[in-house]
């Protein structure tokens, strides 16, 4: 059974940093590419950024590009989301997802997700 569990998570203030990490479980983490995506109040879950089962490519939204970086170490079956510079709009539930796939930023490809990580950023 697939288990990914987040951590990371918390209060913080504009222009701070938090870094998710995100424990796998269950699975061969690296046939697996890995993403991690966000729900904000009353708004849909999109697709933060996403890395391939090397690590050698990653996909990120542009709403983070040059912000948040994320990474993982395939011998720690952990993958991690850096999140520099952050914004209140940064504000949501964030979720690691694992998809058996090389790489890919569909939603609809992750069949397994954690149960969520809280993210606010005071302004």
């Known amino acids: 059974q697939v288990q990914l569990v987040e951590s990371g998570g918390g209060l913080v203030q504009a222009g701070g940093s938090l870094r998710l990490s995100c424990a796998a479980s269950?699975?061969?983490?690296?046939?697996?590419?890995m993403g991690w995506f966000r729900q904000a109040p009353g708004k849909a879950r999109e697709s933060v950024a996403t890395?391939?089962?090397?690590?050698?490519?990653?996909r990120y939204a542009e709403s983070v590009k040059g912000r948040f970086t994320i990474s993982r170490d395939n011998a720690k079956n952990t993958v991690y989301l850096q999140m520099n510079s952050l914004e209140p709009e940064d504000t949501a539930v964030y979720y690691c997802?694992?998809?058996?796939?090389?790489?890919?930023?569909?939603?609809?490809?992750?069949?397994?997700w954690g149960q969520g990580t809280q993210v606010t950023v005071s302004s």
């Open positions: 269950g699975l061969t983490f690296s046939d697996y590419a």
């Open positions: 997802a694992a998809a058996r796939t090389v790489i890919t930023t569909l939603e609809r490809d992750f069949g397994s």
């Open positions: 890395i391939s089962r090397s690590g050698r490519f990653t």
